[in-house]
């Protein structure tokens, strides 16, 4: 029993068994023990209270964010927070251990309660060197393009610049207004709440265009069913997409910054993205695996392929040599069918355009008598107007504005003047075009006996082709020189050799943004009087330059070119004694001069 005592320790010693104290030291050894009791209780509250605090709840992340983003940030159809910034948001506050409560509601109510303290950070908000002055910004987590949306009948547009003068939607207080504002935007401004809204005005021609984020405007058009909408300028601003919190909140942006860091590099970033964004962007296959399946799929195909080919090259190898006589032959038949078919139909079209010489003189007439009759009448209608005009200004300053034709007379004094005048100038045109048709379509005399002035003869055949012109290029230009010699020659055939040249340079030009300069000179080395035209057409190849003016040759017989315009433009340049020259190249336009001999005084024919 001792022995069992010793190893079991004081504490484990029955109270029967245990050793008393001496009297000596009795009396010490109790008030330790009470001593130590009275401080155990003392400080057993304290370190209870000390326990409870260790396990304490983070504090909770108010996170805001526009409620009417999508699909970046929306509420949803149950009421709740949705989109790829909510998702991010959530996934960050899970790895990095944080309580976050997400807010969603107007965007600028949202950029007031960040600025007043009411929520700790915005997830979704563009970069600008102006914001960051308000806030600070986290590493980018997407890129924001921005698209100007239009209806599909309005004008199409290019640039920003071309809105300019137009009515423009706008988010309010979005990076697009901030945008716009310090860019010095021209247009006129329409705030809306929300992107959805901008664009509702947009399709109800509210407004002439809208600007929101393309990807936020695709996905509305296709959700509130706007399809009288579409994107015209795409990318016209480009911003980075970034947390936000306010001004020196750097522990609070660290652990974001961290948390989107760690998402990155754990693949779960990526599938958030695919998850809301991949949907409207093509997939791509990895480049490894389209190897593979190029290995699988194509390469035996490749190898068929090429065995059926090399065989059917020998069987095509001995098919032409059997048959390259026939070939030949049926060749050579065709093209004299073919020159046959051309020669007849020039012989038409020669017979045509003479019929129409003799029709245009009948037409003439037609025309010139109710033009003749609107030329007459309209100055008459003026002196009417004229003089009704005291009687309505006095009915006017007495009984106020009336209506006149259905129109305020207040606008119909103004406009009846210019409507009356703008009727006598169109009965003028109309006349001078067809006094020049008929002119123009004149037999006239063959002999080059009469003195005639470039520049006239030049204008001439400008207003005779004008729809051509306009048709071919918005870039015209004429540089008449002043005081031009006269030349001695038939100003009719003249005029038709110009007419030619102009035609052929608009049939030149592959579309409407190419120049034609045309110009007038005096040449003292050749004294001569010269015309130019320039074209910026597709060029001629050197080996088709010198038969240019060849009887029926044609770079244009797929679209019916005859041949003969140059080659008779040709024939009456060297009966007046001048010369045509080409020069050009393939691509860089062609460049044409007339060169007429002037009149000298004293000079017989």
Not at 77 to 99: C, E, F, Q, S, W
Not at 411 to 435: C, F, H, T, W, Y
Request: overall charge neutral.
């Amino acid at each position: 029993m001792a022995q069992r005592q010793e190893q079991s320790g004081y504490l484990a010693m029955p109270c029967c068994l245990q050793p008393q104290p001496s009297a000596a030291i009795r009396p010490p050894l109790r008030g330790a023990l009470m001593a130590a009791f009275f401080i155990v209780i003392l400080f057993m509250p304290l370190s209870v209270k000390a326990g409870q605090d260790l396990p304490s709840t983070p504090p909770v992340i108010i996170v805001g964010g526009d409620r009417d983003y999508p699909p970046y940030e929306f509420i949803n159809r149950d009421g709740h927070p949705a989109g790829y910034n909510v998702d991010l948001t959530r996934a960050i506050a899970k790895v990095m251990g944080m309580r976050v409560e997400i807010r969603l509601g107007g965007w600028s109510g949202m950029r007031d309660a960040l600025n007043s303290g009411s929520i700790d950070v915005l997830q979704g908000m563009s970069w600008s060197e102006e914001r960051v002055r308000e806030v600070d910004f986290s590493p980018p987590h997407t890129i924001v393009n921005h698209a100007v949306f239009a209806r599909r009948d309005s004008p199409l547009v290019n640039t920003l610049d071309e809105l300019a003068g137009k009515s423009v939607a706008v988010h309010r207080r979005g990076i697009m207004h901030d945008y716009l504002i310090q860019s010095g935007f021209k247009g006129k401004l329409v705030l809306s709440d929300t992107p959805a809204d901008a664009l509702r005005m947009l399709a109800a021609g509210k407004t002439d265009f809208a600007i929101v984020a393309i990807v936020p405007g695709m996905y509305l058009i296709r959700e509130l069913k706007l399809n009288n909408l579409l994107p015209v300028v795409r990318n016209v601003a480009t911003h980075r997409y970034c947390y936000a919190v306010r001004k020196g909140n750097d522990s609070l942006l660290s652990r974001f910054n961290e948390g989107l860091a760690i998402l990155k590099k754990t693949g779960q970033y990526q599938e958030i993205h695919n998850r809301w964004l991949g949907v409207l962007e093509p997939d791509q296959l990895p480049w490894r695996q389209l190897l593979r399946v190029g290995l699988i799929v194509i390469g035996p195909l490749v190898l068929l392929v090429g065995g059926f080919a090399l065989w059917s090259r020998t069987l095509h190898r001995q098919v032409a040599l059997r048959t390259a006589d026939l070939t030949r032959e049926i060749a050579e038949r065709r093209h004299a069918e073919e020159e046959l078919r051309l020669n007849q139909q020039q012989l038409i079209q020669a017979d045509k355009m003479a019929a129409l010489g003799v029709l245009v003189s009948g037409v003439a007439h037609e025309i010139n008598n109710p033009t003749g009759q609107i030329l007459l009448e309209i100055p008459t209608l003026k002196r009417v107007f004229t003089d009704a005009a005291r009687v309505l200004e006095g009915f006017y300053r007495d009984n106020g504005d009336f209506l006149c034709g259905g129109l305020p007379y207040s606008r119909m004094r103004e406009e009846i003047p210019r409507s009356l005048d703008k009727l006598q100038d169109a009965g003028k045109r109309i006349s001078r075009i067809v006094n020049e048709l008929k002119d123009f379509a004149r037999q006239g005399d063959s002999a080059c006996n009469e003195l005639a002035e470039l520049n006239a003869v030049a204008q001439a055949a400008i207003r005779l082709v004008e729809p051509t012109i306009r048709k071919a290029t918005t870039r015209f230009s004429t540089a008449f020189a002043d005081n031009l010699p006269h030349f001695r020659g038939n100003s009719q055939r003249i005029e038709q050799v110009l007419v030619n040249l102009i035609i052929n340079a608009c049939q030149s030009l592959p579309d409407s943004d190419r120049a034609i300069e045309l110009s007038t000179c005096f040449d003292a080395s050749r004294n001569a009087v010269l015309f130019r035209l320039r074209d910026q057409g597709s060029g001629i190849s050197p080996e088709d330059l010198p038969r240019l003016t060849d009887p029926f040759f044609t770079t244009k017989r797929s679209s019916g070119g005859t041949g003969l315009g140059l080659s008779v433009s040709a024939g009456i340049v060297k009966e007046h004694n001048g010369s045509l020259e080409f020069e050009s190249s393939p691509g860089n336009g062609t460049t044409v001069t007339l060169s007429l001999p002037i009149h000298i005084e004293g000079e017989t024919t």
